[in-house]
């Protein structure tokens, strides 16, 4: 069965995840942005949200929350504070900054990329996570060396 993709507006698509997680059911949606390449691209990878439950917030889970301004944000935890918790984007070189638990809409349980589906939650994608969260500080040049590694890598394969 194929499936047809449709675009709709952030604010019809976040109402639908929100009715969907409120009745206790999971959600997907295809992502928008690369601000989580390497580990989501746009366009391509899907995530698999289910609800977040107050209290069980992790370094490196990925969330969906809401910005104190209204905007919605697909990012990973990085760091979890008493009153509170800070995001990054995977493909970001800068913090996101600090929300309030308020903020978080909903919790990644996985992800989809070219009908596979991936476990973001076990033992080796968090192993992986944690590495990239740890390169951080040597993201930018990462970023530039692959920009320029990338033409000669399309070739040989």
Not at 41 to 56: A, F, K, N, S
Not at 132 to 151: D, E, I, N
């Amino acid at each position: 069965m194929q499936t047809e993709k449709r675009w709709i507006t952030a604010q019809l698509l976040f109402s639908a995840i929100s009715e969907e997680l409120a009745s206790h059911r999971r959600t997907s949606f295809t992502v928008t942005g690369m601000s989580m390449w390497p580990f989501l691209c746009h366009g391509r990878d899907q995530v698999i949200l289910e609800e977040y439950i107050p209290g069980t917030l992790r370094k490196g889970d990925v969330v969906l929350l809401q910005t104190p301004l209204g905007n919605y944000l697909l990012h990973r935890v990085t760091r979890v504070l008493p009153d509170g918790f800070e995001t990054t984007g995977d493909g970001n070189c800068f913090r996101d900054g600090r929300f309030p638990f308020c903020c978080i809409r909903a919790r990644a349980s996985a992800f989809v990329r070219k009908g596979k589906t991936i476990d973001c939650r076990s033992a080796a994608w968090r192993t992986l996570f944690a590495v990239w969260m740890a390169l951080f500080p040597v993201r930018r040049p990462l970023f530039l060396l692959w920009g320029h590694l990338r033409p000669y890598i399309r070739h040989i394969r």
